[in-house]
Structure formats: C-alpha cells, structure tokens
C-alpha cells in the first residue's frame, strides 16, 4: 500500500495500486489519465469482438451459429499456414 497525489484536487492519498481507488478528500478516482485509456481499450475489444465476421450473436438460428464456428475453424487453419508459410522464409536466409 502506497500514496498517491489525485490528478484532481493535488492533495495525497492512500493507494492500493488499483486504478479504481478513489481520493479520499475529493472522492475522484486516482486513475486519471490511465483510467480513462483503460476503459477506452476495453470498450474497443468489445467493439472488435462484436464487429468480427464469425462473431456468433444470440439472435443467430443454430444453422448460422454452425456456420460460424466454421468459418472460425477455416480461419484459425488458414492463419496457422500463413504464420508457418512466413516463418520459413524468415528462418530459411538465417
């Protein structure tokens, strides 16, 4: 346990390390600046995962859901082969 001086009113106050610690005189949260971009990087992966093509939804039938789970395996194989395929030309010079 540490201090830590709130971005917001400049006075010290007790710290946990955890970014949802609020001062304890002006009760602002003491993340600041990295509590914001935190939350911001949450909302976009939740963004990223709902915009991806095989992202399975519930209003989905299970004939689409199937599919789906489908084409993220076809994905995954074509990825890995891609990854293999450029990791051989970068070993094979070396």
Not at 34 to 48: A, I, P, T
Not at 58 to 78: H, M, Q, R
């Amino acid at each position: 346990m540490g201090q830590k001086k709130c971005p917001h009113c400049g006075k010290w106050s007790s710290w946990n390390m955890n970014l949802t610690d609020r001062c304890e005189h002006c009760g602002q949260p003491l993340g600041g600046k990295d509590l914001e971009n935190q939350e911001r990087r949450e909302q976009e992966q939740l963004k990223n995962k709902e915009d991806w093509l095989f992202a399975i939804k519930e209003t989905d039938s299970s004939f689409v859901a199937s599919l789906k789970k489908i084409g993220n395996f076809f994905y995954t194989i074509f990825m890995a082969i891609i990854s293999f395929i450029l990791w051989l030309i970068a070993a094979l010079p070396g």
